[in-house]
Nanobody, 124 residues
Framework: QLTESGGGLVQAGGSLRLSCAASRRPFSRYAMAWFRQGPGKEREFVAAISKSGDSTYYRDSVKGRFTISRDGAENSVYLQMNSLLPDDTAVYYC???????????????????WGHGTLVIVSS
């Protein structure tokens, strides 16, 4: 089970930090990722992190603004979002996959477990 938190309303240029707590153990067996679905849009990949945390991947539009990280002791993955834009408005979902690595998180069907999402609204 994955539970996201940290969403909210923020002005453009502001920051938010999303958290995803995982109940599955051992946490280190899962590559983790964040996805989002904006109003009227399809769900899209945002960022992914490898099982070890050594490798990270981002969609081009968030590179340099978002940072994904994980904490094994807390069984959690985080998404630090800076310089937020109105286009970042979306429901953000956390996902996990024990078999397919983070480098492939953008491929169709990735993720065997998903959270219910947390809403981020960026006002202009």
């Amino acid at each position: 089970q994955l539970t996201e938190s940290g969403g909210g309303l923020v002005q453009a240029g502001g920051s938010l930090r999303l958290s995803c707590a995982a109940s599955r153990r051992p946490f280190s067996r899962y590559a983790m990722a964040w996805f989002r679905q904006g109003p009227g849009k399809e769900r899209e990949f945002v960022a992914a992190i490898s099982k070890s945390g050594d490798s990270t991947y981002y969609r081009d539009s968030v590179k340099g603004r978002f940072t994904i990280s994980r904490d094994g002791a807390e069984n959690s993955v985080y998404l630090q979002m800076n310089s937020l834009l109105p286009d970042d408005t979306a429901v953000y979902y956390c996902a996990a996959d024990p078999l397919v690595g983070a480098a492939s998180a953008q491929t169709q069907g990735w993720g065997s477990a998903w959270g219910h999402g947390t809403l981020v609204i960026v006002s202009s």
